[in-house]
């Protein structure tokens, strides 16, 4: 009798366990069942913010509902994501983000959030940046800039989309290794950089290619670049490892969610991104930005920005940067 009892009490307590479960296998299988909150990380204009929309439209017909694409710009993609970190891991909000507010930011200020606070859902561009000053400037090469802060301490002033992304590490690397002092003055995202420096605020731009137009036409000249190779469009401007510095932009654009979002939520939404990246429209949009069409699923991207953590945490130890309260 005593088995017979303990067996009774097993079933129930497997079939309530069951009963639980069924609404959360019911409402993963169903979702989306509404529209979905896309936050773009940095302000309107920008290549983040225009290849992300393109993206979105494109991905909308694969999930059956539409994804509602707003900015928060600010701390380099901080500001947005310790927003998006306050919400609930439901997949109804995610955000486009690049790869220097998941894994640099938190290492080098303190925000609201931490990289393990998010699940990648996929990656889909590998940025190219570099360099850029008005074209009637007197500094036609990047060693003419540098031989202009030298003898002008301070004075050389440039534009990021925020302190802490690669583009700023870029330019504080150089100044580190030439012993050079030069004054960072972040932005909201790389649209108002670019006016900040077509408008002569400051002296250049270190960013990805919002300025890619005004160089083709000619109101702006490319000094150097950040990539690990020359920019198709431009093969006569170095790198800076061309240069001597042992530096380069590793950035991704990144479509993640919270942690705790059902996995199969993430697998739906990757699945949908994934298939929108095939869109001619999409792959013209990232080409004309000359960046790379690149995708990594929701593991592999967790893999690489793991790893991206780290070696990034070795180089601000290299430059003695401290972590800001």
């Given at each position: 009798m005593k088995q017979k009892g303990w067996k009774r009490g097993k079933m129930i307590l497997v079939f309530g366990f069951l009963f639980i479960l069924v609404p959360v296998f019911s409402f993963a299988q169903q979702y989306p069942t509404?529209?979905?909150?896309?936050?773009?990380?940095?302000?309107p204009g920008g290549t983040l913010d225009t290849s992300t929309r393109i993206l979105a439209s494109k991905a909308e017909k694969f999930l059956g509902q539409p994804l509602v694409v707003?900015?928060?710009g600010g701390g380099a993609?901080?500001?947005?994501?310790?927003?998006?970190?306050?919400?609930?891991?439901?997949?109804?909000?995610?955000?486009?983000?690049?790869?220097?507010?998941?894994?640099?930011?938190?290492?080098?200020?303190?925000?609201?959030?931490?990289?393990?606070?998010?699940?990648?859902?996929?990656?889909?561009?590998?940025?190219?940046?570099?360099?850029?000053?008005?074209?009637?400037?007197?500094?036609?090469?990047?060693?003419?800039?540098?031989?202009?802060?030298?003898?002008?301490?301070?004075?050389?002033?440039?534009?990021?989309?925020?302190?802490?992304?690669?583009?700023?590490?870029?330019?504080?690397?150089?100044?580190e290794k030439e012993g050079i002092q030069w004054t960072h003055v972040p932005q909201t995202g790389g649209a108002p950089g670019l006016t900040a420096v077509l408008g002569g605020h400051v002296t250049a731009m270190s960013d990805s290619t919002e300025w890619l137009p005004h160089v083709q036409e000619g109101s702006l000249r490319l000094l150097v670049t950040h990539g690990e190779r020359r920019?198709?469009?431009?093969?006569?401007?170095?790198?800076?490892?061309?240069?001597?510095?042992?530096?380069?932009?590793?950035?991704?654009?990144?479509?993640?969610?919270?942690k705790g979002t059902p996995p199969s939520?993430?697998?739906?939404?990757?699945?949908?991104?994934?298939?929108?990246?095939?869109?001619?429209?999409f792959i013209k949009a990232i080409q004309n930005l000359e960046f790379d069409v690149a995708y990594r699923n929701s593991e592999d991207t967790k893999k690489y920005l793991e790893d991206a953590y780290q070696r990034f945490g070795v180089m601000i130890r290299k430059l003695n940067i401290q972590k800001e309260k």
């Open positions: 509404k529209p979905i909150n896309l936050i773009v990380t940095f302000a707003s900015n928060v993609g901080s500001v947005a994501l310790g927003q998006v970190a306050k919400k609930r891991p439901d997949g109804y909000d995610i955000t486009s983000c690049t790869s220097t507010g998941l894994i640099r930011i938190p290492q080098l200020r303190a925000v609201p959030y931490g990289h393990e606070d998010f699940v990648p859902i996929m990656h889909f561009a590998a940025v190219q940046s570099g360099v850029v000053v008005k074209s009637d400037s007197p500094y036609k090469t990047f060693k003419d800039l540098i031989e202009y802060a030298r003898k002008n301490p301070g004075k050389v002033t440039y534009a990021t989309s925020g302190a802490g992304s690669p583009m700023h590490m870029a330019m504080e690397y150089v100044a920019m198709k469009g431009f093969p006569n401007v170095p790198t800076l490892r061309d240069l001597g510095y042992d530096f380069i932009n590793e950035t991704v654009f990144v479509i993640a969610a919270l939520i993430v697998k739906k939404l990757d699945e949908a991104f994934h298939k929108a990246m095939d869109d001619p429209e």
